[in-house]
């Protein structure tokens, strides 16, 4: 038994050609969050994990994340300026 390595560095392909990245399906995460974010406009991000997690949607709170900042129509809270004496 040959490791993939070496078959790789025999057949003279990258070890790292064999890995493909599939493109990520956001759609059924984008039509939930543009439903809360609708239903709810004053609701932040965790708020909105937090309410799809109570759905049953489990998804990763990092891709959701990269979800909620791409859509355009979300309103999002200005971040206030701490001012320390």
């Not at 040959?2 to 003279?12: D, G, P, W």
């Not at 239903?39 to 979800?67: E, N, S, T």
């Not at 909620?68 to 999002?76: A, C, D, K, Q």
């Amino acid at each position: 038994m040959m490791s993939q390595r070496k078959a790789s560095h025999i057949v003279r392909i990258r070890s790292t050609a064999r890995y493909t990245k599939r493109p990520a399906d956001d759609s059924m995460l984008i039509a939930a969050l543009t439903e809360l974010t609708q239903k709810h406009p004053a609701i932040g991000f965790w708020q909105c994990h937090h309410r799809l997690r109570m759905k049953g949607v489990l998804i990763d709170h990092k891709r959701l994340y990269r979800v909620y900042t791409s859509m355009p129509n979300i309103r999002r809270r200005a971040r206030s300026a701490c001012l320390r004496a």
